[in-house]
């Protein structure tokens, strides 16, 4: 099971944009590396990831094997109402992950 952190920068008010960070703990294994006996490592990256604010989609990424272990991504976002972003990700083994963030968005101003 892989562990995650988001981070929102930036005052959380409506109509406002602020920066999301998102890092994903996982080895994000190519496949082309060989442990110890010289036997391949399998491939398992993450390879889809989603945010959504309530239940609209605010970002998506479909990473690649050209990503590094524990990929780090940063997006802009033009805050809307809503109460938790929702973190979903799965990799090559099917093993899903889930990161629900609550969130506080202050009025317009």
Same mark, same amino acid.
């Given at each position: 099971?892989?562990?995650?952190?988001? =981070?929102?920068?930036?005052?959380?008010?409506?109509?406002?944009?602020?920066?999301?960070?998102?890092? /994903? =703990?996982?080895?994000?294994? *190519?496949?082309?590396?060989?442990?110890?006996?010289?036997?391949?490592?399998?491939?398992?990256?993450? #390879? #889809? /990831?989603?945010? =959504?604010?309530? =239940?609209?989609?605010?970002?998506?990424?479909?990473?690649?094997?050209? /990503?590094?272990?524990?990929?780090?991504?940063?997006?802009?976002?033009?805050?809307?109402?809503? @109460?938790?972003? @929702? *973190?979903?990700?799965?990799?090559?083994?099917?093993?899903?992950?889930?990161?629900?963030?609550?969130?506080? /968005?202050?009025? #317009?101003?």
């Amino acid at each position: 099971m892989s562990a995650a952190r988001l =981070q929102v920068l930036g005052e959380l008010r409506v109509g406002r944009v602020v920066r999301v960070r998102l890092l /994903i =703990q996982h080895a994000m294994d *190519t496949g082309y590396l060989q442990n110890m006996s010289g036997q391949n490592i399998a491939r398992n990256i993450i #390879k #889809k /990831i989603t945010c =959504q604010a309530d =239940q609209f989609e605010i970002f998506r990424v479909d990473p690649s094997s050209g /990503i590094a272990a524990n990929p780090y991504f940063e997006f802009s976002w033009l805050a809307f109402p809503a @109460k938790t972003i @929702k *973190t979903l990700w799965v990799d090559d083994l099917g093993i899903e992950g889930e990161l629900i963030t609550p969130i506080e /968005i202050l009025p #317009k101003s």
